[in-house]
């Protein structure tokens, strides 16, 4: 069983930089894939990007490879997302998530959820 928070979300301006944090409780969070999904009102939840368990590979949608980076620390219980170069379009609640096994783009195949945190970015 694995629980997640996330923290770091906030107002930012456009061209401005965020890291989100994921902890995790569990010991068993290292044998977890973990992703970054993200909502925007009226939208349908997204794939962000995702690593596998041991940090050795991850996987970034289009739209955010080259601003945003995703990592982890397995002695610390945690996940990162650090976004660089924030447009207004990223503005979303941003979720972490975890999953045996691999990595996956699709939100239903990820059982463990946080909470979420804001990210706003303003133009």
């Known amino acids: 069983q694995v629980q997640l928070v996330e923290s770091g979300g906030g107002l930012v301006q456009a061209g401005g930089s965020l890291r989100l944090s994921c902890a995790a409780s569990?010991?068993?969070?290292?044998?977890?894939?973990m992703g970054w999904f993200r909502q925007a009102p009226g939208k349908e939840r997204e794939f962000v990007a995702a690593?596998?368990?041991?940090?050795?590979?991850?996987d970034h949608a289009d739209s955010v490879k080259g601003r945003f980076t995703m990592s982890r620390e397995n002695a610390k219980n945690t996940v990162y997302l650090q976004m660089n170069s924030l447009k207004p379009e990223d503005t979303a609640v941003y979720f972490c998530a975890g999953r045996e096994y691999g990595t996956s783009r699709y939100a239903g195949e990820y059982g463990y959820w946080g909470q979420g945190t804001q990210v706003t970015v303003s133009s």
């Open positions: 569990g010991r068993t969070f290292s044998r977890y894939a």
């Open positions: 690593i596998t368990w041991s940090g050795g590979s991850t």
